[in-house]
């Protein structure tokens, strides 16, 4: 099992910054992607960015250039520096952990509860 825990979503004027950090606990490894999901009001849960365990990353084309996604595998930690944030970014933001293609565990997931980015325009 895998404990995940977010933090750092509030209330932001447009173009400002903000970063999001996930902490996970349990039975995390390197070799996990690690990641960032969000659900807008009345919209589907979408991906936001992803870290793999061979540091790949991969992007939603809407944040490709403003959003960057990074991990600290000592920590057991994911981050997401969001800049030049728009009113469209408002969402729940989620924290998630995989396992890459492959491993035995591929298609288990978790998810942290979410936090709110709220983005004024």
């Known amino acids: 099992q895998v404990q995940l825990e977010e933090s750092g979503g509030c209330l932001v004027h447009a173009g400002g910054s903000l970063r999001l950090s996930c902490a996970a606990s349990g039975m995390i490894f390197s070799i996990n992607d690690m990641g960032w999901y969000r659900q807008a009001p009345r919209k589907q849960r979408e991906l936001v960015a992803i870290v793999r365990g061979g540091g790949s990353t991969k992007y939603a084309d809407s944040v490709k250039g403003r959003f960057t996604v990074s991990r600290d595998n000592a920590e057991n930690t994911v981050y997401l520096q969001m800049n030049s944030l728009k009113p469209e970014d408002t969402a729940v933001y989620y924290c998630?952990?995989?396992?890459?293609?492959?491993?035995?565990?591929?298609?288990?997931?978790?998810w942290g509860k979410g936090t709110l980015v709220t983005v004024s325009s």
């Open positions: 998630n952990v995989g396992y890459p293609e492959g491993s035995i565990y591929y298609g288990t997931e978790f």
